[in-house]
């Protein structure tokens, strides 16, 4: 079946175009057409005139709808997933929070389940955040679960559903050689919930790390006598930061100075969406912790955030309006980013052979439809 989408402006890496249109066949891709032109279709969507972009990616995204992954039910999961695509979300890898190993592979039992027979945003894996992290960063993540890094614990996670991400602390002992298994494996790990220095960066580096997790929280901060992993973070040329745009986590200002000295290409937009992210104010639970949401904003009380209730495309909103850099080049950090860094590499551009996961998005960025596989899979 051939679906020809129209009159849309086209954003994807590299491109703008006003007008143009897309030809899929059945899951993929076939053409990008310029103003004007015209093709034979079974079915015709018109765009009218709104924004055309690569669904999003969210790599870390513990909840949604009153659900959290660790919930470990396939309940939450297609709740979850179905909040996810009405923000434009078309994969995203379910995360975990610091807890014991059986939740965790409850967790990685149902998501499982859920990619046998989605009814929303696609799981091509799962996030752990923790529980290897160090328990004087633990933030909003549940310190009676810390514990030393354990490949064979994550060994037997990853036989269950791929880990295709992992959050830890490289400072921790028996940190980098876990790194070093974990990345021969084909797991991305990322530092997280730590007190690393520069130094303790290196070392990670050099055994296989990938990310940093939400850059600049929960992570040592830059000093002029030791720039730690914010500091790393900046001057490194490689390695890939997840940075959470809701302008509460990192002010406007700090927003600005990411994008503008750090490369596009090292950028990966993330909600850290947690279950009262598309629910009302009010108080909540996170890893056994009671949290509140005051004005969209989650707490636990002792006052530290604790995640988010970002929709995915309002944060990509924030940026545009704070950095006036054009879309086609920030719509990197939203998908093709983190579709290269997990190896989904028919993922994050509207160009022939990639599989047609897109996102319509209005001129304030709310999400008119989500198109996964070709599909039409939600319409506001």
Known sequence: MKTLITNAHIISPGIDLVGGSVLIEDSKIIAVLQPGETAEADKTVDAGGNMLLPGFIDIHSHGAGG???????IESIRTIADCKMKEGVTTWLPTTLTLGTKT???VCTVVKEYSDSPNGSKTPGVHLEGPYINPKQCGAQNPAFVRPADFE???????IYPVLNITLAPEMPGAIEFINKATAIGITCSAGHSAASHADFAKAKAAGLKHLTHFCNQMSAQHHREIGLVGSGMLDKDVKIEIICDTIHLCADMLNLTFTNKSIDQMMM????????WMPDGPGQLGGLPIIV??????????NLAGSTLRFAHGLRNVHRITGKPLSELVKATSW????????????KIAPGYTADLVLLDADYNTLKTIIDGVVKYEA
């Not at 659900?67 to 039910?73: F, L």
């Not at 614990?153 to 036989?159: G, T």
């Not at 993330?270 to 992210?277: E, G, H, K, R, V």
């Not at 980013?337 to 994050?348: C, E, F, K, P, Y």
């Open 337 to 348: 980013n983190q579709a290269q860094s997990l190896g989904l590499h028919d993922l994050g």
């Open 153 to 159: 614990e994550v060994s037997m996670l990853n036989d």
């Open 294 to 303: 005051k004005d969209g904003v989650a707490r636990l009380e002792s006052g």
């Open 67 to 73: 659900c959290d992954t660790c919930d470990a039910t």
């Open 104 to 106: 965790l592979a409850d």
């Open 270 to 277: 993330i909600t850290d969406s947690l279950a009262c992210s």
